[in-house]
């Protein structure tokens, strides 16, 4: 009685233990070695209890990793307390039911068709977070492949397959090192075969790392001399009529003290007015440029009317980044496309009156069109915050021509916390897949400049008026994932889909 309560009580904590080493292993603590053996204690329980395992275990790792966002929708969504907390408790509810979506389909395919779990876990938990990017309108945050940021020597295979390479890796590791667990504890036969197998796919994906990053010259094509400025402006204050003026002047000064740079880069909504409209606060900006004789990206709102007749039509906003060349002259827009939920807009607004959009300012965003921007004879491609943290939207461009991608970004509202962080390493990994430079200029911090390998060249701290300035160089190649994206994923959620469709037949126990 007392051996069966002890296992009782072990496949309940082994879980939890899961998800609390996990979420030590991002940006926040980010002892990112533990990514590699926090799954064990989850997957030497799991087949016992497939789906509250991996529930649980997901629970204590998105409550963890998400935990400032009560301070954002308190603070910045002047929510209560409780509901704020109702709110967080649901996303991650929603997130943790993938990690028990996972576990179950992996042990539900494993009963049923009799596949090793060491290539069903990775499988299904690969096509787990591939999912996760888009349903609902996506929301990746915390894909556990993050984790691994700090080592860029076992980043470099996203110019294969994305991120989903080391996802792979990260589940086949864990799970392997709880089969050895169960050799140990129930002398079992050891598994040389997969562990040979598990061992030289690690080795293959830490020397392509290697080749790569001594074989790829960050330093070839033609450079542009890049200032970021981060203006470090109060999200209190940002959107109040009589700071717009401040604003605009910290902005302007920091600028001016810049030297020798083609393009001087200002964070999303930098400049809290509409910039398309020709007023005094447009022509400073268009004056400064002139002066500077750089070329200017900043952020700013737009608008547009949408309808056919006049009494139809409606007024429309939009989250952009607008272009002036060293004449003053406006170059070009690119607007935002992804918007953030809840952020930028509502879902479902009538029926969530009640809750209040974090972003203040203006009304409801649009998605807009995305469109390239023209800078030295080169294309660059512009991703707005929330943005970044999508494969999808910045391949899309690199595709279409970006030679350089610039992230510019309002990270205020996170405050004080380990997200920023954890922001800025999901936007390291846009380098890698497309083999691209890419200068992230945020409000108040993290800026940064990431050359192609995925490695953090300069960056600022939080919270500071800086200047972040260095050259970044347009690259003309694009990497195979850049060309094909997200095609494995796709064709593993097939094979996932069909595994499920041929163990339809035999009763399975969902606990």
């Not at 904590?13 to 053996?37: H, R």
């Not at 080592?151 to 390479?165: F, R, T």
């Not at 899309?396 to 405050?415: K, S």
């Not at 939080?462 to 160089?473: A, D, P, S």
Request: hydrophobic share 50%; aromatic share 14%; glycine share 6%.
């Amino acid at each position: 009685m007392i051996s069966a309560k002890k296992k009782n009580i072990f496949s309940i904590l082994a879980p939890l233990v899961s998800g609390l080493l996990f979420a030590l292993a991002f940006p926040g603590v980010q002892v990112a070695w533990l990514a590699w053996v926090a799954l064990v204690p989850l997957f030497v329980v799991v087949q016992q209890r497939p789906w509250r395992s991996g529930f649980s275990a997901g629970v204590i790792f998105f409550a963890l990793v998400l935990y400032w966002l009560n301070n954002v929708m308190t603070t910045f969504g002047h929510l209560p307390l409780a509901l704020s907390i109702v709110i967080y408790l649901l996303l991650v509810v929603y997130l943790a039911c993938w990690w028990g979506l996972c576990c179950w389909c992996a042990c539900y395919i494993n009963s049923k068709l009799q596949l090793p779990l060491a290539l069903v876990m990775p499988t299904v938990w690969l096509v787990g977070e591939y999912l996760r990017s888009y349903f609902l309108s996506g929301f990746p945050w915390g894909n556990i492949a993050y984790s691994q940021t700090p080592y860029p020597v076992l980043m470099q295979s996203a110019d294969l397959g994305g991120v989903y390479v080391v996802v792979f890796l990260l589940i086949v590791v864990n799970y392997s090192i709880a089969r050895l667990w169960h050799v140990v504890r129930f002398h079992e036969r050891f598994p040389w075969r997969l562990m040979l197998i598990v061992v030289s796919l690690w080795l293959v994906n830490y020397a392509y790392g290697l080749w790569r990053i001594h074989d790829i010259d960050v330093n070839s094509g033609e450079a542009l001399r890049v200032a970021l400025i981060q203006g470090n402006v109060k999200q209190s204050l940002k959107w109040e009529p009589r700071r717009l003026a401040p604003t605009l002047n910290r902005y302007k000064k920091l600028s001016i003290q810049v030297r020798d740079a083609q393009l001087l880069v200002w964070p999303e909504s930098a400049t809290p007015f509409f910039f398309q409209d020709e007023s005094s606060f447009t022509r400073e900006v268009r004056e400064l440029a002139r002066e500077k004789d750089s070329m200017l990206l900043f952020g700013s709102p737009a608008y547009f009317f949408r309808g056919d007749s006049p009494g139809e039509k409606r007024l429309r906003y939009l989250n952009s980044a607008f272009l002036v060349s060293s004449q003053g002259e406006t170059l070009g827009r690119s607007d935002k496309v992804h918007l953030v939920p809840f952020g930028e807009y509502v879902p479902f607004s009538e029926l969530l009156s009640f809750v209040n959009k974090l972003a203040h300012g203006v009304g409801d965003f649009a998605s807009g069109v995305k469109k390239l921007l023209p800078v030295a004879g080169h294309e660059l491609g512009v991703l707005v915050c929330y943005e970044a943290i999508f494969p999808a939207i910045a391949r899309e461009q690199v595709n279409r021509g970006a030679q350089l991608l610039v992230n510019i970004t309002n990270d205020a509202w996170f405050g004080d916390s380990s997200a920023p962080w954890q922001h800025l390493a999901m936007t390291q990994w846009r380098a890698v897949e497309n083999r691209v430079w890419l200068a992230r200029c945020a409000n108040s911090g993290v800026s940064a400049l990431i050359d192609p390998l995925g490695r953090v060249v300069r960056q600022s701290q939080l919270f500071r008026q800086q200047i972040i300035i260095g050259n970044t160089y347009f690259c003309d190649g694009t990497s195979l994932y850049t060309r094909t994206g997200d095609i494995v994923p796709l064709l593993l959620t097939v094979v996932v889909v069909l595994w499920l469709w041929q163990g339809r037949s035999k009763r399975f126990s969902l606990n």
